[in-house]
């Protein structure tokens, strides 16, 4: 075989090895396009979908912060037609005479008590007392409250209602748990008397330690005793 023909088949395999690669090249070029094409696609799809589901979630939201407001205004207007309707009542009960089931209120007494503190295990005043009119036979209804304290733990404070200057028999009392440490205490009570001028009066004990009261409120009512 001569030297002319070796080489033109060495040239002719070479062309086609070329060709050969780049037919593959060709292809798998064009597979990668097609592939990142459906990638993309795909990616789309998805960010659609997480658009359309942010979008409903959004619009959720819209819809439940309407219901809210819409609910709190239904409350607004029902509080308010509830304070319209106690204004009138109040404006109607103020033009008639102040009374309680019927019976009038003769008059009425508070006052601020000062800071007490006592270790008497009998009755002490405490200087929280008011001076109330009855003009008729009448019954006093008397509001007492206060905070108390005492230095001992574990020993009971007790406060008593005084008419006159005479132990009515009414009390409230509490142990306390804890050194110093505040315990609120109320009293109520009704008493029957006749007219003239009445001192109610509230007085403190202890069995034990100091007691102490910080503040205390006194409020005595006389209604008109049939």
């Known amino acids: 075989m001569s030297t002319k023909v070796i080489v033109r088949v060495i ?3 070479i062309i ?4 050969v690669i780049i037919y593959i090249f060709q292809r798998e070029k064009l597979q990668n396009e097609t592939q990142t094409s459906s990638d993309m696609s795909v990616a789309q799809e998805t960010k659609q979908t997480e658009e359309q589901t942010e979008s409903s979630i959004a ?5 439940s912060m309407a219901e809210s407001i819409e609910s709190l205004e239904d409350a607004v207007a029902t509080q308010q037609k509830f304070i319209d309707k106690l204004s009138e009542e109040t404006e109607v009960s103020a033009t008639k005479e102040p009374e309680i089931s019927g019976q009038k ?4 007494a508070h006052i601020r008590g000062p800071a007490f503190s006592t270790s008497a295990t009998s009755y002490s005043a405490m200087n929280t007392f008011v001076n109330i009119v009855c003009s008729a036979k009448c019954t ?11 230095d001992t733990a574990n020993n009971v404070n007790t406060y008593g209602i005084f008419l006159n200057g005479q132990d009515q028999s009414l009390s409230s009392q509490a142990i306390m748990p804890v050194v110093n440490g505040a315990v609120p205490i109320s009293l109520s009570g009704a008493i029957s008397t ?3 001028t009445h ?12 007691l102490q009261t910080d503040t205390s409120f006194l409020k005595v009512l ?5």
Do not use: H
């Open 11 to 13: 040239i002719g395999a």
């Open 194 to 196: 006749n007219a003239g």
């Open 199 to 210: 001192t109610v009066e509230i007085r403190a004990k202890t069995s034990g330690g100091t």
């Open 59 to 63: 619009t959720d939201r819209l819809k």
């Open 16 to 19: 086609v090895t070329l060709l």
């Open 105 to 108: 209120i003769l008059a009425d």
């Open 140 to 150: 006093l209804w008397i509001d007492f409250y206060t905070t108390s304290k005492n």
């Open 222 to 226: 006389a209604i008109e005793r049939l």
